[in-house]
């Protein structure tokens, strides 16, 4: 690797340089919606979780979603290996008011 090269890999973001998602998790077919199997041998399973908007919830909320995942997460069998992916979703333009009555509060100023 040249001196130019190792230069512009500091600024190569890390999902560029985590490759593809089948080196994880070697998927060789899916046998359902949800269940997989694996090219060396056993099953998976997807599932996925709702956003949790830790803003509007209060401490005593939050807390027992979170012990509602950890309890879900116990049942899995021993030797399961979990491994979480996030999809992020942007590009969607946010709601807005006509008019505001507050001058600050209008966006498209």
Request: aromatic share 10%; net charge negative.
């Amino acid at each position: 690797m040249t001196r130019a090269n190792t230069e512009q890999a500091k600024f190569v973001p890390w999902f560029a340089k985590a490759g593809a998602a089948c080196s994880i998790v070697p998927i060789a077919c899916f046998v359902g919606p949800n269940i997989f199997t694996l090219k060396g041998g056993g099953y998976g399973c997807l599932f996925g979780l709702t956003e949790i908007d830790e803003e509007g919830l209060t401490e005593h909320e939050l807390e027992a979603r979170m012990r509602s995942i950890e309890d879900a997460l116990r049942v899995l069998p021993e030797g399961s290996c979990l491994y979480q992916y996030a999809h992020v979703m942007s590009g969607f333009e946010l709601p807005h008011q006509k008019t505001y009555t507050n001058r600050h509060a209008d966006i498209r100023q």
